[in-house]
């Protein structure tokens, strides 16, 4: 079993990215926490209504929801104090934004997992949230695309003020499918390997 860390700066912003994936690390029976950093961010909607699809996304992806970090007055934390949060849980494999990004709580939500990262023993990956530039991914994970919708359609906030476009996501993922497998009907999501251990 290995320790899985998901983090994003907004509700949202993981599912986006790795969904599917973190669906498959479930059924492995590895074990998962999820953490978003900006979580009284209210600009977007109610905090509560946003606290609530996340918990139901969680519950979709049988993720405990106690594994569940929520960081709330975010930019009053120094980097350092979030990082050291995340090294107490020691995580294998870790899940964080692609570094170049047009939200600068994104970029500094990618620099504080890198910074988790850093130890020699964590792959680190990095998923698109949406507003990522010059994301060219290197690793591809052939996910089941119903699941990933379902827990999707839970953010009816974003997706209502078009802040998701789940048809945006599913032609994105298709054609990242197309890049590893022949199989018509497939669906992956797309990562930048930023560490990780290969072995043949």
Known sequence: MKKILAIGSHFDDIEIGCA?????HVQKGDEIFVSVLNADENKTGSVTDRFKEQTSSLAELDIDVNHLILLNGYRLYKEFEI????????PDIIYIPWEKDTHQDHRRCSEIGQSVGRKRYVTTLMYNCGSSIDFNPNLF?????????????YFKTQINRKAINIDIIKSKERYFATLVSDEEDKYAEGFIARKMRYVV
């Open 20 to 24: 599917g994936t973190l669906y498959q």
């Open 83 to 90: 990082v050291n949060k995340f090294d107490i849980i020691k």
């Open 141 to 153: 994970n052939i996910i089941d695309w119903d699941k990933k919708i379902k827990i999707l359609n």
